[in-house]
């Protein structure tokens, strides 16, 4: 038995047992886990789903007239809606129904697709639970809601596995995923370079024709699902762009003021603790010093942004480094706790600092194998996934981060541990190899736990304030 055990985690699964897995995994997990409700943007998705309907509960995608997301995320909430709606079932349930399809598009189908893809080599599926463990380990909560941040990443990857495929239906199907991961996540708009790249990479040798009709392909799908978007837009707001407009109050751009704000500060979390409810931001004192001392205390624009980061370019790329930290250091695996203290390390934080140090060790080993330069003529790639998939989360560094805003980058590396985990090959490794990589692990962990110490003792009271 052990042996046979041994053959089917050592061979790739195919995706309906990974499916099943997944789905028995959060189908026993999300009615248990302790959430009760929808509160914060979770609650104003749902809520954004009922505007489709008009007088006499009549549909119409022009119903639609929020600014700051953008129609397609609440669109996927109405069947769900409904369903509640009709059998008198909580918001909650129909969310976590959503969820639940999710991780198992996500981590079934989409993840595994992916990086076969990317690499050139499908998962086994000993390497495959395991990397489902550590994501269930780190993120499980977050299917509880309506956010959007996994089904966007979701569509990301399989917009990529599209791209990967022969012939111009799976070009116009990457177009139509990749434009409804930019509808759900404005900040995918910066993945369009890498998935235009991947598009070529797998175009190449077929001759510059195929390739033009594969990207038009791809610009006639991105249309479908932007096309109603611009409609909204013009109709509400006068504004004739199929990009979401990703303001809250007609006036300055949210990335704008995230700028501000991840200036001021280096953390945030959404929290349901009675002591610190709402949003909870921890300091960046000099960077908060830095911004008073701008005319009017704050970025009034882009420009003002980049002039300020090219006068201050060393304290710019070191606050970008520590918001890359506290974007990977998961504290909570829900984005709202229901008890913000302890703050700072703990075991969890401890495996998340071993398995991220793993995933990146596994991925610069393989560095020529698996990443591959962007535009050699061997190998599927990977560059341009990589690049699809970090263009955003860089994007993101700037600003008051959050964990779920680096979900692409710590997934990946939480894959990339479980592709590297062979205990095997660390117990017949030379004893000095075994040492050095002990003390460079325990190196890790001790400074994580300073930083994450560090970042803790900045709690400030009260929200974000408003600039």
Request: aromatic residues 12%; glycine residues 12%.
């Amino acid at each position: 038995m052990p042996a046979a055990i041994a053959r089917v985690l050592a061979q790739p699964w195919p995706w309906p047992r990974r499916c099943a897995v997944v789905l028995a995994l959060y189908a026993a997990y999300l009615p248990l886990s302790g959430a009760d409700r929808l509160p914060f943007d979770a609650g104003e998705y749902w809520g954004l789903a009922a505007t489709f309907f008009g007088p006499g509960l009549r549909f119409s995608l022009l119903h639609y007239a929020a600014p700051l997301r953008g129609y397609l995320g609440p669109l996927l909430l109405v069947p769900v809606r409904v369903l509640c709606y009709a059998t008198g079932g909580p918001a909650l349930a129909g969310a976590q129904l959503m969820g639940l399809g999710w991780a198992v598009l996500l981590y079934g189908v989409a993840g595994p697709a992916a990086w076969a893809a990317a690499t050139g080599r499908a998962l086994r599926g000993g390497t495959w639970l395991l990397a489902v463990a550590l994501g269930f380990a780190f993120w499980r909560g977050y299917f509880n809601y309506a956010l959007q941040d996994a089904p966007a990443l979701t569509l990301l990857l399989l917009a990529l596995v599209a791209g990967a495929r022969p012939g111009w239906r799976w070009a116009v199907l990457g177009g139509v995923l990749l434009a409804a991961a930019v509808n759900l996540r404005p900040v995918y708009l910066a993945s369009v370079p890498g998935v235009a790249g991947w598009l070529w990479w797998h175009a190449r040798g077929l001759g510059g024709g195929p390739a033009a009709r594969r990207w038009a392909a791809a610009a006639a799908g991105a249309a479908l699902v932007l096309g109603p978007q611009m409609a909204i837009n013009y109709r509400h707001f006068d504004r004739l762009t199929p990009l979401v407009l990703a303001t809250d109050d007609g006036g300055s751009p949210i990335y704008l003021k995230q700028l501000n704000w991840g200036t001021a500060f280096q953390r945030y979390e959404s929290s349901l603790d009675p002591a610190h409810y709402g949003g909870v931001a921890f300091a960046d004192a000099p960077g908060a010093r830095q911004l008073r001392a701008l005319p009017g205390g704050r970025f009034g624009s882009y420009g003002q942004y980049l002039a300020f980061a090219a006068r201050h370019p060393l304290a710019v790329a070191g606050r970008c480094a520590r918001h890359l930290f506290n974007g990977l250091d998961v504290w909570y695996p829900t984005p709202y706790p229901r008890h913000l203290r302890p703050l700072g390390p703990g075991p969890w934080p401890l495996l998340n600092y071993a398995a991220l140090a793993l995933g990146l060790a596994w991925l610069l080993r393989r560095r020529p194998r698996a990443l591959g330069a962007l535009a050699n003529s061997r190998g599927p790639g990977a560059g341009w996934a990589l690049l699809a998939l970090g263009l955003p989360v860089a994007l993101a560094l700037p600003t008051l981060v959050e964990c779920r805003y680096l979900l692409p980058l710590h997934l990946l590396l939480l894959t990339a541990a479980a592709e590297g985990c062979q205990p095997r090959r660390w117990w017949a490794a030379p004893r000095w190899q075994q040492v050095v990589a002990l003390g460079a692990l325990a190196a890790v962990l001790w400074g994580g736990w300073q930083l994450a110490a560090a970042t803790a003792a900045q709690l400030q009271p009260g929200d974000v304030p408003t600039y």
